[in-house]
């Protein structure tokens, strides 16, 4: 368990939203909750292989906007960054937070946009050498817009992109098996109170591999992929897809989202999913097996009043959306 210091006043913000649902004029929500895991040959590698952290393959993206299109509100933006240490006993975690508030300090009606992402990478233990035995990746995101006394237009986006990839190296004499465990849980909802409002929620997560000849990689079911799927509310929706070495690609990859549009009646779409999995990886001697991890997600409010001269494709929060659609595996 983590504290959460920078986080106070967004919980503060959320209590008032919680008691004053009812009553809002304008109430919307997205949430997701994700975490990926995976450890190397229950914390021991063989002897021969060299983990290496690909170079210029990280990649880290932020991004906030929250707006309330009133001079009423004022806007507060909070980024919290901790650099991780893999080496340090226990491993200190990659931390980085951000949330942005747009708020009516008169009567609390706000519209925020939140994130975290909490990677956690353990080394084997020998300073001299970065080989990563196991890590984890622990996402939240929200954004919500609760206006209890007036609707004005109003927007909340939330989103980040983590991606590294490492090369798995057999520098020894001999062909070497070892396995990966993995282990991913995904929850994300959206909700709408009202009408002219959209809230979607998308995530997703891959551990893909990219072996060299004479190296290979089989994939075994641990525990099956699971869902629990809610999306009988008019106006609800939920996509989900998950490949497990099929479709083209060695490794698994696992993209969901949730949408939900109002139209005054309450709209709720829910998506939780999980799986257990494990890797067998052969490497012959003198080769190599790339493996590209990579993680996403978008939360996403909006509430337009004269939502007939904004055509819904038009709008900005299906634009951004758009930009997190399903990314598929490509093949070097």
Same mark, same amino acid.
Do not use: W
């Given at each position: 368990m983590h504290?959460?210091?920078?986080?106070?006043?967004?919980?503060?913000? =959320?209590?008032?939203?919680?008691?004053t649902t009812?009553?809002?004029?304008? /109430?919307?929500?997205?949430?997701?909750?994700?975490?990926?895991?995976?450890?190397?040959n229950s914390?021991?590698?063989?002897?021969?292989?060299?983990?290496?952290n690909v170079p210029q393959t990280l990649v880290i993206n932020n991004d906030l906007v929250s707006s309330v299109d009133s001079a009423d509100f &004022?806007?507060?933006?909070?980024?919290? %960054?901790? %650099?991780?240490?893999?080496?340090?006993?226990?491993?200190?975690p990659y931390i980085n937070r951000g949330v942005d508030t747009t708020i009516n300090l008169a009567n609390a009606d706000f519209t925020t946009a939140m994130y975290e992402h909490i990677v956690t990478s353990d080394d084997e233990g020998d300073s001299s050498a970065q080989d990563i035995i196991s890590r984890s990746v622990n996402q939240e995101g929200q954004a919500?817009?609760?206006?209890?006394?007036?609707? =004005? #237009?109003?927007?909340?986006?939330?989103?980040?992109?983590?991606?590294?990839?490492?090369?798995?190296? @057999?520098?020894?004499?001999?062909?070497?098996? =070892? @396995?990966?465990?993995?282990?991913?849980?995904?929850?994300?909802?959206?909700?709408? #109170?009202?009408? /002219?409002?959209?809230?979607?929620?998308?995530?997703?997560f891959e551990l893909i591999f990219e072996p060299d000849a004479g190296s290979s990689v089989q994939y075994?079911?641990?525990?099956? /992929?699971?869902?629990? %799927?809610?999306?009988?509310?008019d106006g609800a929706s939920v996509t989900e897809l998950f490949l497990a070495n099929s479709g083209g690609i060695e490794g698994v990859l696992f993209n969901g989202s949730t949408t939900a549009i109002g139209d005054n009646s309450g709209t709720m779409a829910q998506l939780m999913a999980q799986s257990r999995y494990i890797f067998g990886i052969s490497i012959a001697a003198g080769e190599s097996v790339l493996m590209r991890t990579g993680f996403r997600q978008t939360n996403s409010v909006? /509430?337009?009043?004269?939502?007939?001269? &904004?055509?819904?494709?038009?709008?900005?929060?299906? =634009?951004?959306?758009g930009l997190v659609g399903i990314k598929l595996p490509r093949k070097s």
């Open positions: 504290t959460k210091p920078t986080l106070l006043s967004l919980a503060l913000l =959320f209590s008032i939203t919680t008691t009812q009553a809002s004029v304008v /109430y919307a929500n997205s949430e997701l909750s994700m975490e990926h895991s995976y450890l190397i914390g021991n590698l063989p002897q021969g292989l060299d983990i290496v &004022v806007n507060n933006r909070t980024i919290d %960054i901790q %650099i991780g240490n893999q080496f340090d006993e226990p491993p200190t919500t817009i609760a206006l209890n006394t007036d609707s =004005f #237009d109003s927007l909340a986006y939330s989103s980040v992109l983590l991606e590294r990839h490492y090369r798995l190296d @057999n520098v020894g004499n001999d062909a070497i098996s =070892f @396995n990966i465990s993995g282990l991913f849980e995904a929850s994300m909802s959206a909700s709408v #109170d009202s009408e /002219y409002a959209i809230a979607r929620t998308s995530g997703g075994f079911p641990i525990a099956p /992929y699971l869902t629990d %799927i809610e999306d009988s509310d909006e /509430y337009i009043q004269q939502v007939n001269q &904004v055509p819904v494709a038009g709008s900005l929060l299906l =634009f951004i959306c």
